[in-house]
């Protein structure tokens, strides 16, 4: 499929399910079955534990994940000595997981094994320099919007999002849910001059001045906007840019609108994968003229459908496949039925 090469472009590619049995893993191991051969290097790891071959909470089974020869993965001790194939370790990481320390390795045989890699964003950033240095034209990352606040997809250059009838059983829904959540991975990057001046922050509440002067709120949390002593911030007063390093919920998104004209007002979030609003309260904060940008954005490659639900709903994927490409501007492809 087109996407494959596609995903080649990229230094890393975070695989990404839109909920769980979203047919992730499916997708996942369908681009590592058509990138083992395109005489580049792979190397592959997860955010949190991904590859049991049942599903932990439906009881179902799952498809396991394949290791290709001379592929580069990365897992805790744990899993990698429950693996089923022949590997040489290339470094064993000084910090500990719940699940014992990473091991990184290089596969020697094609088989089986379970992923479990780091749960923070600054290891996972880590990961990809080092398994750059050891050979990897590519990273590829087991990803989960639902582990988003551990380890964020938007670490990566590029994505791919898994979605299915585990998000939805009605194709009209799906379709309008994807496209929303399609919508807040595509929110435009603020300009560079900004990025530099926020540099790594990363907890509080900050205001940006009309003069370019960057304010420390002293608000832990956007969750404290609504008291009365922070409407009466002084810098929040005519604010037209405020930067919100943790979550972005409906509530901010409310408390913002409430506070007059949005002509101009400018909420800047971390990625996309800090933003937890509903899309009519963010379209009725776009109405009234606030506009959402993000620091750091993630280049959407493709959406991956699964029309299998772990209810035993099944949707057509000719009817789910064509809705999704009529209303999304992505590549759309069902990965079983493009084999």
Known sequence: ??????????????????????????????????LHDKNKCIAITSIGVDGESIDQVTNTAKPEITIFE???????????????????????????????????AKAKTVGKTLLSGPADTATLQKIIKQNAAFGADITIVDGALSRMSLASPSVTDAMILATGAAYSANIRQLMQKTKFVCELISIDAVDEKIRTLLG???????????????????????????????????????CKMLFVAGVVSDKL????????????????????????????????????????????????????????????????????QQAMRENLDVPVYDVRDNQ
């Open 253 to 320: 998104l409310d408390f913002l609108r409430m506070q007059g004209n949005m002509d101009g007002f400018t909420l800047i979030a971390k990625d996309f994968t800090k933003i937890f609003v509903s899309p009519e309260i963010y379209n009725s904060f776009r109405k009234k003229g606030g506009c959402i940008k993000v620091l750091h954005k993630t280049k959407l490659i493709a959406v991956t459908v699964n029309p299998v639900s772990p209810q035993g709903y099944v949707l057509d994927t000719k009817i789910l």
């Open 1 to 34: 499929m087109p996407f494959i090469a596609e995903i080649l472009k990229y230094r890393s590619v975070s695989i990404v399910g839109i909920e769980k049995n979203t047919g992730k893993t499916e997708s996942l191991n369908y681009i590592l079955s058509k």
């Open 200 to 238: 790594d922050t990363e907890k509080g509440l900050w205001s940006i001045d009309s003069n370019g002067v960057l304010h420390d709120l002293n608000i832990e949390s956007a969750f404290m906007l609504t008291s009365a002593e922070a409407i009466k911030h002084e810098y929040l007063q005519n």
């Open 70 to 104: 001379n592929m580069i993965f990365v897992t805790s001790e744990k899993h990698y000595f429950t693996k089923r194939l022949t590997a040489e370790i290339l470094n064993v990481s000084a910090n500990r997981t719940s699940l014992g320390r990473l091991v990184t």
